[in-house]
């Protein structure tokens, strides 16, 4: 096949997933990342191409949103945000079967970095609000699109900064939808459809030993290296138990019923861990985290130091962020100081209502088939942002897998890669949803 007989074969979701996968935009984090202003400049040409009015906010130089309102046929009607972020993060060549900025189209596939975090779910938007206004249509309520810079760090350059400075950008919006949800999982032969409705929290912290600077060779019990090391240990094999929510625990239900099993006779953990490549992404969400990340300390062979630093990833259940942060200081002990460098709220949303009614509605028209389920995610996303302006988001990315497909495992990972028939399937859903919601 030559390149222009592909060239022509591809849909346009899946030719703007690919161009937005060629704008390198890796966010190193702590304000470090190639500008997301080229792919904000991408989106805001083809939105005004439909006739919209895009505004492009820069936080920072070259730290760039999009946002655009699509009037609604009923604008009394709380309006809906549908979203997505620029930024990606980083990606190591060296590791990849293919160079992660390429966009390359393999076995059925979109490649790269981004395919499924998260320029598959911005270019779906695109093409399903462009479908509604090449038609005429209109949809329902208002819709405002909004394409946001850093949620890979937080979103400080990008959600939040929005949210501060320009909440009325999000006037009248009552609900949201955008990533790390919707996509299909097997559970033993059933195709089930994951909807977000929850979020953990996320505290990023420093633990601080301290104790006296010595010459190496002395007898010296005072060592910042070994108070750190202790902490650290008991602090990384630390059990946390099993702690449910309502989203955890209806989604427990569903699977136990999927499976023909009695929640009652068999542990959730159990239950999950048979959902195969999917089950460990909803294993983290069963209990409260806390892994250490990083170590600092010394900086010669024969000097003890006075100080001794480490970084710990901390990720608790939505109603549980202060007992889980005052469990951490017990667990580590008194002498160590405990200092939050990144902190953001849990989500829990209802599993109920209008939105969620007509995603599922929209679901099950494309896919007969399809269970939907509620499950709450171990990361964050920008709907923690939104969320300060009362704001209800969902997660739901809608994108028809096959079942053999390891999907949760690639956010972040190596070798990303959506099938391009899911693609469009989103695109078809999304269209749906508009038309209804
Ligand atoms: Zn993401």
Same mark, same amino acid.
């Given at each position: 096949?030559?390149?222009?007989?592909?060239?022509?074969?591809?849909?346009?979701?899946?030719?703007?997933?690919?161009?937005?996968?060629?704008?390198?935009?890796?966010?190193?984090?702590?304000?470090?990342?190639?500008?997301?202003?080229? +792919?904000?400049?991408?989106?805001?040409?083809?939105?005004?191409?439909?006739? &919209?009015?895009?505004?492009?906010?820069?936080?920072?130089?070259?730290?760039? $949103?999009?946002?655009?309102?699509?009037?609604?046929?009923?604008?009394?009607?709380?309006?809906?945000?549908?979203?997505?972020?620029?930024?990606?993060?980083?990606?190591?060549?060296?590791?990849?079967?293919?160079?992660?900025? +390429?966009?390359?189209?393999?076995?059925?596939?979109?490649?790269?970095?981004?395919?499924?975090?998260?320029?598959?779910?911005?270019?779906?938007?695109?093409?399903?609000?462009?479908?509604?206004?090449?038609?005429?249509?209109?949809?329902?309520?208002?819709?405002?699109?909004?394409?946001?810079?850093?949620? =890979?760090?937080? *979103?400080?350059? *990008?959600?939040?900064?929005?949210?501060?400075?320009?909440?009325?950008?999000?006037?009248?919006? *009552?609900?949201?939808?955008?990533?790390?949800?919707?996509?299909?999982?097997?559970?033993?032969?059933?195709?089930?459809?994951?909807?977000?409705?929850?979020?953990?929290?996320?505290?990023?912290?420093?633990?601080? @030993?301290?104790?006296?600077?010595?010459?190496? $060779?002395?007898?010296?019990?005072?060592?910042?290296?070994?108070? &750190?090391?202790?902490?650290?240990?008991?602090?990384?094999?630390?059990?946390?138990?099993?702690?449910?929510?309502?989203?955890?625990?209806?989604?427990?239900?569903?699977?136990?019923?999927?499976?023909?099993?009695?929640?009652?006779?068999?542990?959730?953990?159990?239950?999950?861990?048979?959902?195969?490549?999917?089950?460990?992404?909803?294993?983290?969400?069963?209990?409260?985290?806390?892994?250490?990340?990083?170590?600092?300390?010394?900086?010669?062979?024969?000097?003890?130091?006075?100080?001794?630093?480490?970084?710990?990833?901390?990720?608790?259940?939505? $109603?549980?962020?202060?007992?889980?942060?005052?469990?951490?200081?017990?667990?580590?002990?008194?002498?160590?100081?405990?200092?939050?460098?990144?902190?953001?709220?849990?989500?829990?949303?209802?599993?109920?209502?209008?939105?969620? =009614?007509?995603?599922?509605? $929209?679901?099950?028209?494309?896919?007969?088939?399809?269970?939907?389920?509620?499950?709450?995610?171990?990361?964050?996303?920008?709907?923690? @942002?939104?969320?300060?302006?009362?704001?209800?988001?969902?997660?739901?990315?809608?994108?028809?897998?096959?079942?053999?497909?390891?999907?949760?495992?690639?956010?972040?990972?190596?070798?990303?890669?959506?099938?391009?028939?899911?693609?469009?399937?989103?695109?078809?859903?999304?269209?749906?949803?508009?038309?209804?919601?």
């Amino acid at each position: 096949m030559t390149v222009e007989a592909n060239e022509h074969a591809l849909s346009e979701t899946v030719r703007i997933a690919r161009d937005l996968i060629r704008i390198d935009t890796s966010n190193r984090g702590g304000g470090d990342a190639e500008p997301e202003r080229p +792919a904000a400049d991408y989106v805001a040409a083809f939105l005004r191409d439909l006739g &919209l009015d895009p505004e492009i906010i820069e936080s920072a130089p070259g730290r760039a $949103s999009v946002v655009a309102r699509v009037t609604g046929s009923d604008p009394a009607l709380p309006a809906l945000v549908l979203h997505g972020h620029l930024d990606v993060v980083p990606a190591d060549a060296a590791n990849w079967t293919v160079d992660p900025f +390429a966009g390359e189209i393999r076995d059925g596939m979109l490649w790269g970095r981004g395919a499924v975090d998260m320029k598959d779910m911005d270019a779906m938007i695109l093409t399903a609000i462009a479908e509604l206004l090449r038609a005429g249509e209109r949809p329902r309520r208002d819709v405002i699109l909004a394409f946001f810079a850093d949620e =890979e760090n937080g *979103g400080i350059f *990008g959600a939040h900064h929005l949210v501060t400075h320009r909440p009325e950008l999000f006037a009248g919006a *009552g609900t949201a939808i955008s990533e790390v949800g919707g996509y299909s999982i097997d559970i033993e032969g059933t195709r089930a459809y994951l909807v977000q409705t929850g979020e953990k929290s996320l505290d990023w912290i420093r633990l601080r @030993a301290r104790g006296t600077a010595a010459h190496g $060779s002395r007898v010296w019990h005072d060592n910042a290296v070994t108070r &750190l090391a202790e902490a650290i240990a008991a602090l990384g094999r630390h059990e946390w138990p099993l702690a449910l929510c309502d989203t955890t625990r209806e989604l427990v239900d569903a699977i136990a019923a999927i499976l023909g099993e009695d929640p009652k006779e068999v542990a959730p953990e159990e239950l999950v861990l048979r959902l195969g490549k999917g089950g460990g992404f909803i294993q983290a969400s069963l209990r409260n985290t806390s892994n250490p990340t990083v170590l600092t300390a010394g900086y010669k062979h024969n000097v003890i130091p006075d100080t001794a630093e480490a970084l710990v990833d901390v990720r608790s259940l939505p $109603s549980e962020q202060a007992n889980v942060l005052a469990e951490v200081q017990r667990i580590v002990g008194e002498d160590i100081e405990v200092e939050t460098v990144h902190s953001d709220i849990g989500l829990e949303v209802p599993f109920a209502g209008e939105l969620v =009614e007509a995603m599922t509605a $929209s679901l099950t028209r494309h896919d007969p088939e399809a269970r939907v389920l509620p499950y709450l995610l171990s990361g964050g996303t920008d709907n923690k @942002a939104l969320s300060r302006l009362g704001i209800v988001g969902y997660g739901f990315a809608p994108l028809r897998l096959p079942a053999d497909l390891d999907f949760p495992g690639m956010f972040h990972g190596v070798d990303e890669r959506v099938p391009l028939d899911a693609l469009d399937f989103g695109h078809r859903v999304l269209v749906d949803l508009l038309r209804t919601y």
